[in-house]
């Protein structure tokens, strides 16, 4: 039985890793803490779970970016 909703399965698919979805989600989670609107129509009073929301429908998008270490 699936608890997470959004499911695993369709978040993964918005990702290229679980790694990334973690960090992704936090980062605007945070977002969400400190003001930001949220881009979906409130289901919960959880930041994590709204930012979920945002990633499985596509409101939101990442960009990987590359750190040099010299």
Request: aromatic share 4%; no cysteine; net charge positive.
């Amino acid at each position: 039985m699936d608890m997470v909703n959004p499911s695993m399965e369709v978040l993964l698919k918005k990702v290229d890793s679980r790694y990334t979805l973690v960090v992704f989600a936090a980062k605007r989670a945070r977002q969400i803490l400190e003001g930001a609107d949220v881009k979906v129509k409130v289901k919960s009073t959880k930041n994590v779970t709204n930012a979920l929301e945002e990633i499985a429908e596509g409101k939101i998008l990442y960009e990987r970016t590359k750190i040099g270490i010299k």
